[in-house]
């Protein structure tokens, strides 16, 4: 009786390790621990732009950056510059690269957006304007 109850044990506690270890292998590779928007501040000045999406994970995201009628994507990393106690994300390829823009961040200089999409996405329906679809007018687009 008691070989019996030790193997229901070990069943039960290996299938929990199993879904355990699934779960944390998940976790780690995806992007979605972090879902945010980025917003223009003055948008009196740059209206061409909409909001950004930013999607990130434990180690690595995606910034979708949206200009006019395409969608730009790029590869995101949080840099920390750890004498200062600050962080920030940055698209940079190289790490150095990304110190040195999260250090003149901190200096109070303006970020150069120098990077270069993994993607580029084309949204044929913003090409020529958004259509209103809810027509006041009576008549049919």
Sequence with gaps: MEHRKYRKFIASGSIVSIVSF??????????????????????????????????????????TRKILSS???YHIYFTCVW???LCAWSCLKDED??????????????????????????????????QDRNNTNGQDD
Excluded at 29 to 53: P, Q, R
Excluded at 100 to 108: D, F, N, Q, S, T
């Design 22 to 63: 699934i779960l944390v292998c998940i976790s780690f590779t995806s992007d979605d621990w972090i879902d945010a928007k980025g917003s223009v501040v003055n948008k009196s000045i740059v209206d061409h732009y909409l909001d950004s999406i930013i999607h990130y994970g434990l180690f690595r995201g995606i910034l």
């Design 71 to 73: 969608s730009m994507i």
């Design 83 to 85: 004498e200062e106690n």
């Design 97 to 130: 690269s990304r110190l040195h823009e999260v250090k003149a961040l901190i200096r109070g200089r303006k970020p150069t957006f120098s990077c270069s999409p993994i993607s580029v996405l084309v949204w044929p329906e913003l090409r020529f304007g958004i």
